[in-house]
C-alpha cells in the first residue's frame, strides 16, 4: 500500500512537472543550481578546510607553541561550519523547488528566487568574512607570522557569487511566468470569490513559511545545540564565547523537539481545521520567540561574535514570527469555507496517473 502511495504520488509529481515548457524549465534550472552551486561552495570549503589544516601544523610546529593562534582557527572554523550549512541548504532549495510544483503553491515559488538572491548576498557576506580573516590571522602573537596563505577570491569566492545572481535572475523570470500559469489554474480550482481566494493565499504563505521552518528553524535549533554544549561543563578561556547557562540549554534542548512537532501539527491542524492544535502551535512558536531571543543575547554579548549565527539567528525569529501571525490568520479562516475546497482539491485525480498507478 505505501509503495502505491508512493508511485502515485512520483507519476503525479512527473505529470506537473511536464505539464508545460516552463515548469520543466523550472525544475531544470533547481536542479543545476544546486549541482552548480554546490560544487562551488565545496571548492570553498575545501580552500577554508585546507588553510585551517595548515594553521594547526604552523601552530604545533612552532617552538614554543602558538596558542594565541586559538581564536583564529575557532573563527575559521565557524566560517568552515557556514559552508557545510550553505551546502545543505542548496540541496534543500531544490527541494522547495519540486515541492513548488508538486503543491502548485505560487507563493513558494516566488520564495524560491527571492531565497536564490538572498545566498547571492551570503556568498558577498562569505567574501567580506574570509577577507577579514586572512587581515586579522595572527594579531594577538607576539612573535611575528611566518605563515602564508592566499584567499585566491577571483577563483573561489567571485565565481560562486556571479553563479547565484544569475540563477536568481533566471528563477526570477521562470517564478514570474509559472505564478501567471499556476494562478490561472488555482483560479479554476479554488473559484472567483475574493474572499476565499484571500484565505487560500494566506494558507499558502502558512505553508510556505512552515517549509522554511524545516531547513531554518529546525537547522538553527540543532546547530544551537552543537554551538552551546561544550558550555554544559566548566566552561575556559575560548569556549566562553559561546557560553550559555546550564538552565536555558535545557531549555533550549526542549524546544528543538518542539521543532518536530510543529511540522506534524502544523499541516494537520491547518488542513482539518483542528483549533486545539493550532491554539498548541501558537503556543510553540511564541517559545521558539523566546528560545530564539535568549539564544541571540548570548551570542551578542560577547567580543568574538559569530556574525553568521546572529544573522541566522535573526532569520529565525523572524520567521518564526511570521509563522505565528499567520498561523492566527488561518486559526480565523476555520469554518469559512476553506476546508471543503482543500479537501476537494486533493481528490481531483487526473487520469493520466490513475491509470499507471491503480489502487
Not at 226 to 250: A, D, G, M, Q
Request: with cysteine; hydrophobic share 50%.
Amino acid at each position: 500500500m505505501v509503495m502505491i502511495v508512493i508511485k502515485r504520488k512520483c507519476i503525479k509529481l512527473l505529470h506537473r512537472i511536464n505539464r508545460s515548457r516552463t515548469t520543466q524549465l523550472f525544475i531544470l534550472s533547481s536542479i543545476l543550481q544546486a549541482i552548480i552551486i554546490t560544487a562551488l561552495e565545496v571548492r570553498v570549503f575545501h580552500r577554508n578546510n585546507d588553510t585551517s589544516i595548515s594553521l594547526v601544523a604552523y601552530a604545533r610546529s612552532s617552538n614554543p607553541s602558538m596558542s594565541c593562534l586559538v581564536p583564529d582557527l575557532f573563527i575559521l572554523n565557524n566560517i568552515i561550519e557556514e559552508n557545510i550549512i550553505f551546502i545543505i541548504f542548496q540541496i534543500f532549495q531544490m527541494w522547495l523547488c519540486f515541492n513548488a510544483i508538486y503543491t502548485q503553491n505560487t507563493v513558494q515559488i516566488v520564495t524560491t528566487a527571492a531565497v536564490t538572491f538572498f545566498c547571492a548576498l551570503f556568498a558577498i557576506v562569505q567574501i567580506l568574512e574570509v577577507r577579514k580573516w586572512y587581515g586579522n590571522i595572527g594579531k594577538l602573537c607576539q612573535a611575528p607570522l611566518k605563515f602564508e596563505s592566499y584567499p585566491k577570491f577571483l577563483s573561489y569566492d567571485i565565481p560562486l557569487m556571479i553563479a547565484l545572481i544569475i540563477f536568481g535572475f533566471i528563477m526570477a523570470f521562470l517564478g514570474w511566468k509559472l505564478y501567471r500559469q499556476l494562478g490561472w489554474n488555482i483560479y479554476k480550482k479554488i473559484g472567483g470569490d475574493i474572499n476565499t481566494q484571500a484565505m487560500f493565499k494566506t494558507y499558502l504563505s502558512y505553508e510556505m513559511l512552515l517549509k522554511l521552518g524545516l531547513f531554518f528553524i529546525l537547522g538553527l535549533a540543532l546547530e544551537a545545540c552543537i554551538v552551546f554544549k561544550i558550555n554544559l561543563v566548566e566552561h575556559t578561556s575560548i569556549n566562553r564565547i559561546r557560553f550559555l547557562p546550564r538552565h536555558f540549554y535545557l531549555f533550549h534542548i526542549a524546544v528543538t523537539g518542539l521543532t518536530f512537532l510543529i511540522q506534524i501539527i502544523g499541516y494537520r491542524s491547518a488542513k482539518r481545521e483542528i483549533k486545539v492544535g493550532m491554539i498548541c502551535l501558537c503556543v510553540f512558536w511564541a517559545a521558539i520567540i523566546i528560545d530564539f531571543c535568549i539564544l541571540m543575547k548570548y551570542s551578542i554579548s560577547v567580543k568574538d561574535s559569530w556574525y553568521f549565527f546572529i544573522v541566522f539567528l535573526s532569520i529565525g525569529i523572524i520567521i518564526s514570527f511570521f509563522s505565528l501571525i499567520w498561523s492566527v490568520f488561518v486559526y480565523n479562516n476555520f469554518g469559512r469555507g476553506l476546508k471543503d475546497r482543500l479537501n476537494q482539491k486533493d481528490k481531483e485525480e487526473p487520469v493520466f496517473y490513475l491509470r499507471y498507478a491503480p489502487i
